[in-house]
């Protein structure tokens, strides 16, 4: 009986050990003679929030090759997106090797470490368990920052700061794509400065957006308003005015208070012509002759808005000038000035003829009746003879011909008379 017991337990050792010799023939891991000593996993609170949000963990594996290389990759799932870090092990006998997964979002995270030989093939899978954690990682954030005020003027400092920061996407290879919409110019990714003070006149929405690979998703809209600058405003201020001519004058253009004019274009035009004038705020009319000048000034700011002023200036000849000028200005004297007896005859006759011409006019004949009314149409009105006519705020009557001329018509006579 003995004998049959001992036959019967040799043949079943026989058989485990042929079964123990195929699971090891199976098991990749094994096979190529390693062995996992330790694994442990530790949730870490990276930022001090008090919140976990990363997960280490710790592998020690013997060998019994002579040298081995292996990678090591932990695999992280979370909503249906996969991140993984991988550690490149090469060593003898026995070594140990750390990995740690930063959270991305807040959630369940799924982690497994996969051990592959140098050619890539998979020796072993381990689940290392679900986690929920907290974002270890600064999340995706667009911030639009506007350095001036919200009603602007054209020309006014302005700058529009864009900060930005996703520390996900990068990490693991899943940058997103960043989008702005809203300005008169095109604007690239890298601009993190917009300079807004050389925008045209307008209400803008600025707005940007920004989505990584993971699906995480960030935006932020600015609004400002920009209106069109005023036109100028000045005075002409002169100095010398009414004073002999060689003597200190000066035509200044005075901005208004508050506005600065130094870049402005100064467009100054005189009459009688002096020549070529500068752009500047300042003329020099000490040498200018005599006589009396109209001065005008277009000031233009940088948005080519313009203001117009004018002034008039007198310069007196001066006693010593040789040059004899009948109808420039002349300095009064007072009671010495000369006058001469030959203006008070002239005018006592001027009195005279357009007295008689008067008395002409209202002695007319039927002859001067019947021409005056030949001018008339059948209902009694002035004829214009088919040339437009309008009337004035005065009540006056005008009629114009092709050429531009125009004539007005005279009541008393009857008559049209060329202007």
């Not at 986690?131 to 009603?151: C, K, Q, R, Y």
């Not at 001065?295 to 313009?306: A, G, K, P, Y």
Request: hydrophobic share 40%.
């Amino acid at each position: 009986m003995r004998e049959w017991f001992l036959i019967a337990l040799m043949f079943s050792l026989c058989f485990t050990g042929q079964v123990v010799a195929e699971e090891e023939e199976s098991d990749p891991f094994v096979a190529a003679g390693l062995n996992l000593v330790a694994l442990r996993n530790d949730s870490l609170d990276s930022n001090q929030d008090g919140m976990m949000d990363a997960i280490r963990v710790v592998v020690v594996l013997n060998s019994t090759q002579q040298w081995i290389d292996l990678t090591l990759t932990l695999i992280g799932e979370h909503s249906g997106f996969t991140v993984q870090e991988e550690v490149l092990m090469a060593f003898e006998d026995q070594e140990n090797a750390s990995l740690t997964y930063d959270s991305w979002a807040v959630g369940e995270h799924r982690l497994v470490l996969e051990i592959s030989d140098a050619d890539g093939r998979l020796l072993k899978s381990i689940n290392i368990g679900v986690f929920d954690l907290s974002p270890a990682l600064a999340v995706p954030s667009a911030d639009l920052v506007l350095s001036g005020s919200e009603i602007m003027q054209t020309g006014d400092a302005c700058e529009i700061t864009r900060n930005f920061i996703d520390e996900t996407g990068p990490r693991w290879n899943f940058v997103g794509t960043r989008s702005i919409i809203g300005t008169p110019f095109k604007v690239l990714d890298d601009d993190t400065v917009l300079d807004c003070s050389n925008w045209p006149a307008g209400t803008y929405v600025v707005s940007e957006t920004y989505q990584n690979g993971l699906g995480q998703t960030t935006s932020d809209t600015l609004e400002l308003v920009i209106v069109n600058k005023p036109p100028p405003h000045f005075t002409i201020e002169i100095d010398g005015d009414q004073q002999l001519a060689g003597t200190p004058c000066t035509v200044s253009h005075l901005q208004a208070t508050g506005e600065d004019h130094f870049g402005y274009t100064k467009d100054w035009t005189i009459t009688p012509s002096i020549g070529v004038v500068a752009n500047s705020s300042t003329l020099d009319c000490s040498k200018w002759s005599s006589g009396v000048y109209k001065i005008l000034l277009t000031v233009t700011n940088d948005e080519e808005i313009s203001t117009t002023g004018g002034t008039m200036l007198i310069r007196i000849p001066s006693p010593d000038s040789e040059v004899e000028d009948d109808d420039a200005p002349v300095l009064s004297r007072g009671e010495e000035t000369e006058t001469s007896s030959v203006g008070i005859y002239g005018i006592i006759v001027l009195s005279l003829v357009l007295g008689i011409a008067v008395f002409v006019l209202m002695m007319k004949g039927p002859e001067d009746d019947e021409m005056g009314r030949s001018m008339l149409n059948e209902i009694g009105e002035p004829d214009s003879e088919g040339l437009p006519t309008h009337v004035d705020e005065s009540g006056m009557l005008w009629r114009r011909h092709e050429d531009g001329e125009v004539d007005w018509w005279d009541r008393a006579s009857l008559m049209w008379k060329r202007w």
